[in-house]
C-alpha cells in the first residue's frame, strides 16, 4: 500500500492506494514543520484510524507539504512518520512539488499554488526549477488566503472598506483593533487566522469592493511570481489551492488579462499526486 499526502498549514488530505483495493481518502489538521513540532506530527498520524488500521500494510509513504524546504525541516516530519509506520519507505517534499506532479505530470508548465499561502515552480519536464518566491505571509504569499485575509482587514482598519459592506463585516466578526492585533502578532497560526477571512470574500462576490481586491490580489501574484520568468506566457499556468478554486472566475480573468495559458484548477491535488507516483512505480 501507499499512503500519499498533501498538506498545508490549515489541513492535510491523506490517500491510501493499492492495486487491490479501493482508495482510502481522508483529512487531519494541517501539519506544517515551521508551526507543528516532530513530536505532535506523530500523534497526529498516530491517532487516525485510517492509518492505524493498515500499519502493517503500509509500505510506502510519499508526504508533500507546506513548509518541507529545507533539509531540516523535511527531517522533522520524515521522522514523525517514521516513529508511527516504522517499516515504511518515507519521502518527504515540499507542496509544490507534488502540486507539479498533479499538474504538469511529464509536461513542461508552470505550477501556482493559492491556498493559505502561494507559491510557483516551473518545470521543464524533467526538474523543478528553484523558486525565489513563497516567502510566507508577512513577506509574500501574494494571492493567498492570508493575503486576501490581510488585505480585508487592513481596509477595514484604515476605514477603506465601504459603509455597508463594512457594517456587515463588523456584523459577522464583532471586530476591534485590539482583537486583530492580538490575533495577528500574539497567537499561534496567524497565517489561518488571515485565511479564514476569505470566506468573507466568498459570500460577498459581486459587490464592486471584493471583485477589486480580488483582481488586485491576483495580479500582484502575477506581478510578483510568473511575470519575472521571460517565458511566463510560453507555457501553461495550473494552479492549485482553495482559493485558486473558489475564486476561479476571477483568475480566469486576471489570466486573459495577462496572457496567460490558463491549465488545470485542482482543489485537492492529493489523488492525482497519487495516480502520478502509481504511474512512475509502474514504469521502473
Known sequence: ?????????????????????????????????????EKEIAKI???????????DKIDE???????????????????????????AFINVETDTLGSVYATCGDSKGFTCVLGTSSSVAFYD?????????????ILGDEGSGSDLGKRLLTSFLYGRMPGALKRKFQAEYSLTKDLIITNVY???????????????????????????????????????????????????????????????DVLETVCLKN??????????PVRDIAEFIIRQNEAV
Not at 509513504?61 to 517499516?87: M, Q, Y
Not at 519536464?125 to 505571509?137: C, N, R
Not at 496572457?259 to 485537492?268: D, F, P, T
Request: net charge neutral; proline share 4%.
Open 125 to 137: 519536464g524533467a526538474e523543478v526549477s528553484a523558486s525565489t518566491h513563497g516567502l510566507g505571509f
Open 259 to 268: 496572457k496567460l495559458k490558463l491549465g488545470k484548477v485542482l482543489r485537492q
Open 61 to 87: 509513504v510519499h508526504f508533500f507539504g507546506e513548509g518541507c524546504t529545507s533539509p531540516d525541516k523535511r527531517e522533522i516530519v520524515s521522522n514523525a512518520l517514521s516513529t508511527v509506520l516504522k517499516n
Open 45 to 55: 498520524i498516530a491517532q487516525k484510524t485510517e492509518i492505524k488500521n493498515n500499519l
Open 1 to 37: 500500500m501507499i499512503l500519499v499526502a498533501d498538506s498545508g498549514s490549515s489541513k492535510t488530505d491523506w490517500i491510501i492506494t493499492s492495486v487491490n483495493a479501493d482508495p482510502i481518502e481522508f483529512t487531519t489538521k494541517g501539519i506544517n514543520p515551521f508551526f507543528v513540532s
Open 186 to 248: 500574539q497567537r499561534q497560526l496567524p497565517n489561518l487566522y488571515l485565511s479564514s477571512f476569505s470566506q468573507f470574500l466568498s459570500s460577498n462576490r459581486g459587490n464592486p469592493f471584493v471583485e477589486e481586491l480580488l483582481d488586485e490580489a491576483f495580479q500582484a501574484f502575477v506581478d510578483t511570481n510568473l511575470a519575472p520568468y521571460s517565458y511566463y506566457q510560453s507555457y501553461p499556468c495550473h494552479f492549485v489551492g482553495s482559493v485558486a478554486y473558489f475564486f476561479k
